[in-house]
C-alpha cells in the first residue's frame, strides 16, 4: 500500500522517533523489510471512540488504515519517497495497547556478539561482481555508524569469557540480569563489560593477556598500558610500570562493570597527532621505556611543551574520528586495515606499497 495511506495511531507511545535519517537511507538501498501492522479504521474507532473525529478526518482525506505498530518505519518509508510498503492488517485485536507493547517487549534485539557475528558474515558475503561490502559500506546499509560496526567485529577477538561479559553488560541494560546475577556459572558470569571498553582495550590483548584480566590478575589501568604495547611484546606489568602508567589512564567515564580506559595516543607527537588522516596515519614516535615496541622512525616535535601537553590532553579525552587509525606498532596497523579493507581493496593497497 502506498504510505501516505497510512495515518500514525493518535494513541502511538513512542512519542518521538529516532534515527529517522538513517533508517530512510537503508530503505532506499534495500526496501522495506518488514511489514507495518495496521488496523481498518472503524476497527480503531471502536476502541478509541475519542479519537473518531481525527481518524474520520483523515479518511477523508485518503487513509485506509490506521497504524498499530510500524510508525517510525512509516515515517521513514515517507521521508525515502517510496510508493509502496508491506502491509499486515491485523482486525481483532483484544487490547491494542496491550499488543503494542508485548510487540515492543519481545521484539529482542541482538546481543553485541550475536551483531558481530552478523557483521562479519555480511562483510565476508559477496555481490554477483565476487566485491565484498567495506564495514563503511555495510554501516550506511544497515542504518549505523562505522565505529558501531568496527566495535562490534573487534569483540570477535574476545576470548569466550570477555565475549561473554560484554553480553552480561547487555543483558543488564536490558533488564534482563542483576549486576549480582551469574550468568552460566563462572566468573565471567559476574563481569560486566561494555562494548566499547571491550572493543577498543581488551580486543588488542593476546590472549593470555584477556584470559588473566578475565581472572581478576590484570586490573584496567593495567589493561590499557599493556593494549598500547604490540601482541608479542605484552606480558604482565610489573607495579612499577602500573604506578609510572597510572597518569596516563582515563577514568573519567563511569561503567557498570570494570571502568577500561581506552588508550588514547598520549604518547603522540604534536606532529604526529596532526598528520593522522582518516584511513592513513603518521608513522607513530618512538617508543618511550614505559612502552616497549620495535624501532620506528620519530616524527619531530614542533610545539613548545606547554601546547604539547595541552595536544595530549586533548587526544586522551576526545573520541577518536570515524576512520582514523593510530599507528602503535606494524602489527596493529595491519590488523586494523584488514578490519576497514575488503579483499579487492587489501590487494589494491598491497600493489601501491609495492610501486
Known amino acids: 500500500m502506498r504510505p501516505d495511506q497510512l495515518m500514525p495511531s493518535p494513541e502511538n507511545g513512542r512519542k518521538r522517533l529516532f534515527k529517522i535519517d538513517e533508517l530512510a537511507e537503508t530503505l532506499r538501498t534495500d ?3 518488514t511489514a507495518v501492522t495496521v488496523i481498518p479504521p472503524d476497527v480503531y474507532v471502536d476502541f478509541y471512540p475519542q479519537h473518531k473525529e481525527e481518524v474520520e478526518a483523515r479518511v477523508a482525506d485518503g487513509a485506509l488504515f490506521v497504524v498499530h505498530h510500524g510508525h517510525r518505519r512509516l515515517a521513514a518509508a515517507l521521508l525515502a519517497g517510496l510508493k509502496e510498503v508491506p502491509i499486515l492488517v491485523r482486525r481483532e485485536v483484544p487490547s491494542l495497547r496491550i499488543a503494542a507493547i508485548q510487540e515492543n517487549l519481545q521484539r529482542m534485539a541482538l546481543s553485541p556478539l550475536e551483531e558481530a557475528l552478523e557483521f562479519q558474515e555480511a562483510l565476508e558475503e559477496k555481490d554477483e561482481t565476487g ?18 560496526v568496527s566495535h562490534r567485529i573487534a569483540l570477535l577477538r574476545l576470548i569466550p569469557d570477555l565475549q561473554q561479559a560484554t553480553v552480561n553488560h547487555w543483558l543488564k541494560e536490558q533488564g534482563l540480569i ?68 597510572a597518569e596516563v589512564t582515563d577514568t573519567s567515564e563511569s561503567n557498570d562493570g570494570p571502568a577500561v580506559p581506552e588508550p588514547r595516543g598520549s604518547d603522540l607527537t604534536d606532529a604526529a597527532a596532526a598528520a593522522v588522516v ?20 620519530t616524527v619531530p ?21 570515524r576512520g582514523v587509525i593510530v599507528v602503535r606498532s606494524v602489527e596493529e596497523l595491519a590488523l586494523q586495515i584488514r578490519e576497514y579493507l575488503n579483499g579487492a581493496e587489501l590487494q589494491e593497497l598491497k600493489r601501491l606499497l609495492e610501486d
Do not use: W
Not at 132 to 146: D, F, H, I, N, P
Not at 208 to 228: I, P, S, T
Not at 301 to 321: K, M, N, R, W, Y
Open 31 to 33: 526496501g522495506m523489510n
Open 278 to 297: 582518516e584511513g592513513v596515519a603518521a608513522p607513530a614516535p618512538a617508543p618511550s621505556s614505559a612502552v616497549p615496541g620495535p624501532a620506528t622512525e
Open 178 to 245: 542483576d549486576s549480582t546475577d551469574a550468568v552460566d556459572g563462572g566468573h565471567a558470569g559476574r563481569l560486566l563489560l561494555p562494548v566499547r571498553e571491550a572493543a577498543v582495550v581488551l580486543a588488542r590483548l593476546r590472549p593470555d593477556m584477556q584470559e588473566a584480566f578475565a581472572r581478576g590478575e590484570l586490573n584496567a589501568a593495567q589493561a590499557a598500558m599493556v593494549a598500547k604495547i604490540p601482541l608479542a611484546e605484552q606480558e604482565l606489568p610489573s607495579e612499577q610500570a602500573v604506578d609510572d602508567g
Open 131 to 148: 566485491q565484498q561490502l567495506t564495514q563503511r559500506e555495510l554501516a550506511k546499509r544497515v542504518g549505523c555508524s562505522q565505529t558501531y
Open 301 to 321: 616535535a614542533a610545539a613548545s611543551p606547554e601546547s604539547s601537553g595541552t595536544l595530549s590532553t586533548a587526544v586522551a579525552t576526545a573520541p577518536e574520528p
